[in-house]
């Protein structure tokens, strides 16, 4: 007798706008039934000139950073992508140096990639944000501490870095990816018009990135209507949060594992019990 769990998403529509993993989340959701519309808003791409990354992998290599903060999984990924593309005999000094030196994560996400390499998290962000990393450091002290700061995308957050810069730190940021378009400004308009006319059961969201790239295409006002139509669906708190400063409400989100199956269990259970509205 078939799994109901499996099922739960038959005759359901739902679009993602996942990109790096997107048939692994499209699988997820066609195994319980759902009809997956694959819009991947956001590609992430390498930085594209790698020398000023590799001067700070160079830097970090040589173990005179004290810490380093963590951002995404992703940012340690490409470090070491960067090192194996660009000159591998870094790789080594590298390791070392990131098992010595104390690391602060925020979030799941990167700590996994940690552990992938038989390291682990120092200090884990209690709320996976900008904000819950402050509040993990605010009672240390930091005065005089060589801090590195793993950027995601190009985005300087320049809140956590005049956060540390207060408290006596040496910054040293690195941005080892960036944020591309994924789809055409007309295929992402489609997916608006679609939602619109309720063809559309659920949108996940992953990043906050792709958040920013539904907004960028527009008009605003047509992507409130679209969102406003469907229930919004957000792998997360910095996603949810950055979809609240867009001014939309967010049905669907894991309580406290920010992963794309407990989304997909989460999706299940909201889109299960009846007829959308």
């Known amino acids: 007798m078939p799994d109901a769990a499996h099922e739960a998403l038959t005759g359901r529509t739902v679009a993602i706008a996942e990109a790096r993993e997107l048939d692994v989340f499209a699988v997820l959701l066609e195994r319980r039934g759902a009809h997956v519309l694959r819009y991947p808003l956001v590609r992430i791409l ?15 290599s040589q173990g005179t950073f004290d810490d380093l903060i963590l951002l995404t ?13 660009h000159e591998p005999a ?8 990131l098992a010595a030196t104390r690391k602060i994560t925020r979030g799941p996400k990167p700590a996994r990639a940690l552990r992938e390499l038989g390291l682990r998290s120092d200090i884990e962000a209690q709320v996976p944000t900008t ?4 509040a993990s450091l605010s009672p240390l002290e930091l005065h005089g501490r060589r801090i590195g700061v793993q950027l995601y995308g190009e985005e300087p957050n320049r809140v956590l870095i005049d956060f ?10 690195v941005a080892p990816y960036i944020y591309a378009h994924g789809s055409d400004d007309a295929e992402v308009r489609e997916l608006l018009a679609r939602m619109v006319r309720r063809e559309v059961d659920a949108i996940a969201f992953t990043s906050k990135s792709q958040v920013e790239r539904l907004f960028e295409v527009g008009p605003s006002t047509l992507v409130r209507q679209a969102l406003a139509a469907t229930a ?8 949810a949060a950055s979809l609240a400063a867009h001014g939309v409400t967010v ?9 794309m199956k407990p989304l ?10 009846g007829p959308h509205d």
Do not use: H
């Not at 390498?46 to 970090?60: C, I, K």
């Not at 870094?90 to 140096?97: D, E, K, M, N």
């Not at 904000?131 to 402050?134: A, D, F, K, L």
């Open 46 to 60: 390498d930085a594209p000139d790698p020398a000023p990354v590799l001067a700070w992998l160079r830097e970090f």
């Open 90 to 97: 870094l790789q080594l000094p590298f390791l070392r140096a």
């Open 73 to 85: 999984g992703e940012g340690l990924r490409r470090l070491l992508r960067c090192i194996q593309q």
């Open 264 to 273: 997909t269990t989460e999706l299940s259970q909201s889109l299960g019990t």
């Open 232 to 239: 919004v669906a957000a792998v997360g708190p910095v996603v």
């Open 164 to 173: 540390l810069s207060s408290r006596a730190a040496q910054v040293l940021p």
């Open 251 to 259: 049905r669907i989100s894991p309580k406290n594992s920010w992963f």
């Open 131 to 134: 904000t819950g990393v402050i």
